[in-house]
């Protein structure tokens, strides 16, 4: 909660510093802005992207290793993977649906120049020809170019082969655990520089645009929270309501003091032990599913996060007057769905995340200073979303599997 303050009065003070420079000292705005906003949002975006392809390989070994042996885990793994997808999938096409239909980036509303030029093909390729691209010839020459969907399916490829493998590899398993925490710690340290990043970035957006660079980023920041709200109510209302034959409104009254927690915490993985407690105690989950089903949603399920990916590409691509092809398009939803399952819970990986999404779709990996301010607000609002996923895909497993003895050993392996 101190560094969410701390963002927040960066963030109101770059637009005071911004608008004040833009309209009583516009001369001096370009100079301050070459040496000092700029360079300083420009230190934090180059420490995000430095962890791009630690967290994505680390994650997500570990994710699907986790996951256990897919024979094993049967009917009941199938049907709560089957389900975090197509929920993902889902909130993805309303966030997408909806930003194109409000188009929050409207061109010119933001300083762009700032930002570096980003040449992309001319012809971008088929979704057959994608799809083939994913299968990696040299994984060490995909991790050195960037091209993240080969990464993530060599990386699903080691994990599987853990989860199967099992005590054959256990010192390769523990490596990896020994590696995320590493990982962790590294970006626990670099969002401390957040909030000056939060400041160059918006003073230098707002101060190179004025007054509508605020209504623009407030634009996109309803779009976020209005898709959240949509994908809240009805998705998951709908699954409470036809798949676990519960009331949705018993559902949420029941659950808000984990939502509430999860919205402080800004993290999955924090507020796990709270989720649990209360699915268990206040929904009437089994033990051993949500002993199973949260845990690997806490790793795997962030509809929240690819809400924001979904609608943070299109307002980027909108303000740089960039149209998105069906292919491209095709492309944020793929990655963002793969990459859910390696968005470690804990706050602003999800920025992370963005960055490989918008590279892989030839926009400026930079134009993330223009959403930084308001993603540490929409942060909390979407870890809410997430462990509500989590509950619901928990109670649903709960009511339509009645026969849990396939889960005893699983659970008792995610809780201790």
């Not at 209504?215 to 949509?230: C, G, K, N, P, Q």
């Amino acid at each position: 909660m101190n560094l969410t303050r701390q963002i927040i009065y960066a963030l109101i003070l770059g637009i005071l510093v911004g608008l004040g420079l833009n309209i009583f000292l516009p001369d001096l705005f370009d100079p301050i802005d070459a040496y000092f906003f700029t360079p300083l949002g420009d230190i934090f975006l180059r420490l995000i992207q430095m962890m791009v392809i630690p967290i994505v390989i680390i994650s997500i070994v570990l994710g699907t290793a986790n996951l256990g042996d897919p024979k094993k885990l049967g009917r009941i793994g199938g049907k709560t993977i089957g389900f975090f997808l197509i929920s993902t999938t889902i909130a993805l096409t309303i966030a997408m649906s909806l930003a194109l239909i409000v188009q929050p980036g409207e061109p010119g509303a933001l300083d762009t120049e700032g930002f570096e030029e980003y040449e992309g093909d001319t012809e971008p390729p088929s979704v057959v020809d994608t799809l083939v691209n994913i299968i990696p010839t040299n994984p060490i020459d995909a991790m050195v170019n960037g091209e993240m969907l080969q990464i993530i399916f060599f990386s699903i490829l080691i994990g599987l082969g853990l989860a199967i493998l099992s005590k054959k590899t256990d010192r390769i398993h523990k490596l990896f655990d020994q590696g995320f925490e590493l990982v962790m710690f590294l970006i626990t340290i670099i969002m401390y520089t957040a909030p000056f990043g939060a400041f160059g970035l918006i003073a230098s957006a707002v101060g190179g645009a004025g007054i509508d660079a605020i209504s623009s980023m407030f634009a996109y920041f309803m779009v976020v929270f209005v898709a959240l709200i949509i994908h809240a109510l009805l998705t998951y209302g709908a699954v409470v309501k036809f798949l676990a034959k519960k009331s949705p409104i018993w559902f949420f009254k029941n659950f808000i003091p984990a939502m509430s927690v999860a919205f402080g915490t800004a993290s999955s993985s924090a507020t796990l032990p709270v989720s649990m407690t209360t699915a268990q105690k206040r929904l009437g989950v089994r033990e051993s599913v949500s002993g199973f089903v949260q845990p690997i949603g806490a790793t795997i399920n962030m509809d929240g996060t690819a809400i924001m990916q979904g609608v943070a590409t299109v307002f980027i691509a909108q303000v740089y007057a960039q149209s998105l092809s069906l292919t491209e398009m095709l492309t944020v939803v793929l990655i963002a769905v793969l990459a859910s399952i390696g968005t470690a819970g804990v706050p602003g990986v999800g920025l992370i995340m963005l960055a490989m999404v918008l590279d892989q779709v030839n926009l400026p990996v930079e134009a993330i200073g223009l959403i930084l301010g308001v993603d540490r607000l929409l942060d909390m609002t979407r870890t809410a979303v997430n462990i509500t996923g989590d509950a619901a895909c928990a109670l649903y497993v709960n009511e339509t599997e009645k026969d849990d003895s396939s889960l005893e050993n699983q659970s008792s392996t995610n809780q201790t």
